[in-house]
């Protein structure tokens, strides 16, 4: 690791900002690696912020988009609470870019219904990036 290298010419601010310099780099490459790519938005809003909180400095990754921890930590099955099951739209949206068919509500439909049903598997994309 690069950080590795600089750390004993470095304070804990500066540290920090390396730190979140890599950490967002390895997130995005891993979702790269997982194909959890589709327009870029989720990629290209990650973000790191180093905050002072009394004496003491903090690192932050930041999601602009707000789906990063649905894309991380999977999402639970809900059969039989339509209301937890995922929103319509941003799948309607994707499945038009994606399937060429005549019925994209149809099929943005099926795919919401199997989500909320089943659930989506966790890729642990923040935690892999932090262990590196």
Not at 2 to 18: A, N, P, S
């Amino acid at each position: 690791m690069f950080l590795e290298k600089k750390v004993g010419k470095m304070d804990t601010k500066d540290i920090l900002r390396e730190m979140g310099k890599e950490i967002v780099l390895i997130i995005r490459n891993e979702l790269i690696a997982k194909k959890k790519i589709d327009t870029g938005k989720l990629k290209n809003s990650i973000r790191y912020q180093v905050v002072k909180e009394g004496q003491n400095w903090s690192l932050r990754i930041i999601d602009l988009s707000g789906y990063l921890n649905y894309v991380d930590e999977g999402r639970k099955p809900h059969p039989n609470d339509k209301k937890k099951w995922p929103p319509r739209k941003p799948i309607e949206q994707w499945v038009r870019r994606k399937i060429p068919t005549k019925d994209p509500e149809g099929v943005s439909f099926a795919i919401v219904r199997k989500i909320g049903e089943k659930g989506i598997a966790p890729t642990h994309v923040i935690k892999k990036a932090v262990e590196k």
